[in-house]
């Protein structure tokens, strides 16, 4: 009744027993820390009356000590919030996941979740792809279950990449995708159609590029006026060796402003990549694929190599003279982007922290972990 009271109260928490054994606890992101706190210990108190310690939460958020108020069992397995984590990340929720749910019968899974409910979305349906490795006639409503939660929760508010990343997970599971392990080089960063960011149409973009998370390349600052150019490149060299999850920011640098925009945001792994030309419709950019400034046609064009050479005969790829670019990229505003609370590894609580379970074997009978193993990024 407490919990009850606490939801109805209250529109910010939102509790789903997406099946029997799978749990979702999710806040926004603009939940109170006061009435956060008070219904983090109202849904302690339920879980604890109605699973006692027969339950684990997995923390898909920053972390913090008071989540450990739920339950003295938490993993933390958070991506900064709009993000899609890490392949790898991804394969050890699940492998974690189903160890534990297939430990004990009455064993509980807790997603906890605060900010947009896409990240739930990511477990879900990767959880749902991998149960499917081994799964049996029993389990067909649970995988009817977490469809739907996906279809009516999530889509809404995920984010393209998130999509895609489930769908490298899953062809990856399936054998439908064929792993790439040669390493990539980027040269240009082209964009098709210019988005309007200015008053007088146009916009300033730079890019950021990281690879698990780690700032590797920021560019200069573009100047581009949209009457005046049908698109923009970004070159980079020598080329820039990409392996892994790779994460590119293009933002907008207002003019005389100390702020910045997102213009688009896309994340890919280069296990997935077997052309060296790869383009990202407005339908695939985070933050882009609903922003009217952004135009329809637009689209952005990666071109690599497996060299870091020069790529020849990519001299029509360069800019015309209205494009200036300042190269001063000292400006805290250009350098700040931080995920050092997402860049540690999944530890155990000191206090309560469970003891993992065998992986079963009915995984490695389906080839589970060939290059998908958590701790074998190098295979990805």
């Known amino acids: 009744m407490s919990l009850t009271a606490a939801m109805e109260s209250s529109c910010e928490l939102d509790l789903v027993y997406i099946t029997e054994r799978i749990i979702a606890v999710s806040y926004p992101s603009t939940a109170e820390e006061q009435s956060y706190s008070s219904n983090l210990r109202e849904v302690a108190h339920m879980l604890k009356s109605k699973h006692g310690n027969n339950y684990v939460l997995f923390n898909l958020s920053e972390r913090r000590r008071d989540v450990n108020k739920l339950h003295p069992k938490v993993l933390d397995f958070g991506w900064p919030d709009m993000h899609t984590p890490a392949l790898e990340k991804i394969c050890s929720i699940c492998k974690a996941m189903d160890t534990w749910l297939n430990a004990a019968a009455h064993n509980v899974v807790v997603l906890h979740n605060k900010g947009n409910r896409g990240r739930l979305g990511v477990v879900v349906a990767a959880y749902m792809h991998y149960s499917n490795i081994s799964a049996s006639a029993d389990q067909a409503l649970d995988r009817f279950a977490m469809k739907r939660f996906y279809e009516d929760k ?89 392996k892994g999850d790779i994460l590119l920011k293009c933002y907008h640098k207002k003019f005389r402003s100390p702020t910045r925009d997102v213009i688009f945001r896309v994340q890919f792994h280069t296990c997935a990549v077997h052309d060296l030309d790869v383009v990202f419709g407005k339908e695939d950019l985070d933050e882009a694929f609903r922003d009217d400034r952004f135009p329809e046609y637009g689209k952005v064009e990666f071109v690599f190599s497996y060299g870091p050479e020069k790529i020849q005969g990519m001299e029509h790829l360069e800019n015309g003279p209205s494009v200036s670019v300042d190269y001063n990229t000292s400006d805290p505003l250009i350098r700040w982007d931080s995920y050092e609370n997402f860049n540690i590894q999944r530890e155990e609580s000191a206090e309560g922290a469970w003891a993992e379970p065998p992986l079963p074997s009915k995984h490695l009978e389906k080839g589970w972990g060939v290059g998908l193993e958590p701790g074998t990024s190098q295979n990805l």
């Open 154 to 242: 999530v889509v809404p508010v995920g984010q393209p990449s998130q999509k895609r990343y489930i769908h490298y997970f899953s062809g990856l599971l399936s054998g439908s995708i064929k792993m790439n392990n040669k390493p990539l080089f980027l040269h240009h960063v082209i964009m098709h159609g210019i988005p309007n960011f200015e008053s007088k149409g146009g916009c300033r973009p730079f890019l950021k590029i990281y690879q698990a998370m780690q700032p590797v390349y920021t560019s200069g600052i573009y100047n581009v006026q949209g009457d005046s150019q049908t698109g923009i490149c970004i070159t980079i060299e020598p080329g820039l060796l990409l």
